[in-house]
């Protein structure tokens, strides 16, 4: 009997939407979305901020906080990146505010630009459209506009490759091209190893999906692969519509790990996948090695996925699309379509027929 995983006509059936290509293409997006951005030219008065503020929600602030840790070991000029309603107080004359939305209709995002549009912080707009849009247009703000067919956590590259771009214009970063260089060769060999014409006896993606079907992740990070854990459990909860989490070291050495044992009920459901790389701090590479062993002491089921690249950029990027493609392989595993997420669309709606408060 056909592994369903190896299967051509499962693809067909669960996955009409074609989120199976979407992700095929994300080191092609990441290489587009970067010429693209290079042409975006950020004004000269914004060259000279002292940090850079993301506002955004889901896809966006995860490029956010991907440039936040790239920016943590390398500026001195912060990155902050603000989820909800609200902007930090440190916003100035001296703060680069950016807007991200691929709708531009995201509410929380509007509601925070809209505190900051007639303040003194520079202001830039990374959007499809919306009223975001409109915004940027209405205040002759700044934007990057791009078109995208898909998911909004499957734009990534066009979420992340323009901040990128922004953050080294405006001394954030430096010198980008060579590491986003690397980062898509890797991806392209990457994805030659985990699609999905490769069969399971040769695909590490399919086989780990296969060990996580009935279990719940928890997925483990440190150091800049941190938030890369935090994109595998999302795309967990929205492609494979499973419960996830994810912890970082060494800070779960500090709690996490004393729970492992209990509730006893638990311990055949779990599975930890620990994202790891060789250039790790020595001792956080020794904290790896601990936790394994205390999971294994508790009965806990684990996968070490070791991300590939010399920089951080290419590590981060190559473990994102190896979690795009487990997250995407355990939903096939469990008959759901992975492109739709129904319970935000009626969430939104909700929300959207709610009054404002006054």
């Not at 070991?73 to 004359?93: H, I, M, N």
């Amino acid at each position: 009997m056909t592994d369903p995983l190896d299967d051509p006509s499962v693809y067909e059936s669960l996955d009409p939407e074609g989120l199976l290509g979407r992700i095929r293409e994300l080191p092609h997006q990441c290489r587009e979305a970067w010429e693209r951005a290079r042409t975006f030219k950020v004004p000269p008065p914004y060259w000279k901020v002292e940090r850079l503020v993301l506002l955004g929600m889901g896809g966006s602030a995860i490029a956010g906080d991907l440039l936040r840790s790239l920016a943590a070991r390398r500026s001195r000029k912060a990155v902050f990146v603000c989820r909800g309603y609200e902007v930090p107080s440190l916003v100035d004359e001296n703060t680069l505010v950016v807007a991200a939305s691929y709708s531009g209709e995201t509410e929380e995002t509007l509601a925070a630009f809209s505190q900051v549009l007639r303040g003194p912080a520079k202001k830039l707009v990374i959007t499809t459209g919306g009223r975001l849009a409109g915004l940027a247009r209405e205040y002759e703000i700044p934007a990057f506009f791009f078109d995208y067919q898909g998911e909004p956590r499957s734009a990534l590259g066009y979420s992340l490759m323009p901040l990128l771009s922004i953050a080294e214009q405006v001394g954030v970063l430096q010198e980008m091209e060579a590491e986003v260089a690397e980062a898509v060769a890797l991806m392209g060999e990457l994805t030659q190893q985990l699609d999905s014409r490769v069969v399971v006896e040769q695909n590490p993606a399919k086989q780990l999906a296969e060990r996580l079907q009935t279990k719940v992740p928890i997925v483990y990070g440190a150091e800049n692969l941190a938030e890369v854990a935090h994109r595998w459990k999302t795309q967990f909860n929205e492609n494979s519509k499973v419960w996830a989490f994810y912890e970082e070291l060494p800070e779960a050495n500090h709690n996490a790990i004393v729970g492992y044992p209990l509730p006893r009920e638990a311990i055949d459901r779990l599975h930890v996948v620990l994202l790891y790389h060789p250039m790790l701090h020595p001792r956080i590479i020794l904290r790896y090695d601990a936790t394994k062993d205390a999971l294994a002491d508790a009965g806990v089921g684990y996968d070490v996925v070791e991300v590939k690249g010399s920089g951080p950029l290419s590590q981060m990027l190559t473990g994102i699309l190896y979690g795009d493609f487990v997250s995407y392989y355990l939903a096939i595993l469990n008959a759901v379509s992975p492109s739709p997420v129904a319970v935000i669309s009626e969430l939104k709606r909700r929300l959207a027929e709610a009054p404002w408060p006054q």
